[in-house]
């Protein structure tokens, strides 16, 4: 059986990689943008990232151009953006699609293994009353989109996109898989 693990990825750098090499650790996996009204939270994802990386938590961003066209840039230019602007040292990935026909195949395992989004209906709202929320329920709905993926690779979690990296509901899902051995 193939697991979130077996999927061919690229990092930000253009290296092959997979989320293999983080076997073993709690992955919170974040569709990142630069130009998008959410993109301050990168500052509370490192912050999160350099408090619970001794623990065992890896933050992996990866930039996403599905939502009204937020991030524009090359990879090259992505990552020096939020190396200069937030500081980033958490992982960077190449960008990829995390909705629609193209869809990568991380996100679509990702989507199928939590379908659902904690704390998704305000959000959801505010986008459905500018015409922006997807049709498909299921969808990654916006920039910031959070998926918890446990040591064992199984996913555990989903977080709307403003449900911020200083969030109780975020903060005590994280700290539950930190703590199982």
């Not at 524009?72 to 040292?89: K, M, N, R, W």
């Not at 990654?140 to 911020?164: A, C, H, I, M, Y």
């Amino acid at each position: 059986m193939s697991t979130v693990y077996d999927i061919p990825l690229k990092r930000i750098d253009g290296s092959a990689d997979s989320l293999a090499s983080f076997r073993g650790q709690v992955l919170l996996v974040v569709n990142v943008a630069s130009k998008c009204g959410l993109t301050a939270q990168y500052e509370g994802l490192e912050k999160l990232y350099r408090s619970r990386k001794a623990q065992g938590l890896a933050v992996l961003g990866f930039p996403a151009n599905n939502f009204k066209g937020q991030e524009p840039g090359s990879d090259a230019e992505i990552q020096q953006f939020c190396t200069l602007s937030y500081d980033v040292h958490f992982p960077l990935f190449s960008k990829i699609s995390v909705s629609g026909p193209d869809r990568h195949p991380l996100y679509t395992a990702l989507v199928q293994a939590q379908p659902a989004a904690t704390g998704e209906g305000p959000f959801r709202e505010r986008l459905a009353g500018a015409g922006l929320a997807p049709v498909d329920r299921t969808a990654v709905l916006w920039n910031f989109e959070k998926f918890l993926v446990g040591r064992n690779g199984e996913v555990v979690g989903r977080f709307s996109p403003d449900v911020t990296a200083d969030d109780p509901r975020l903060l005590q899902a994280i700290d539950a898989e930190l703590a199982k051995a």
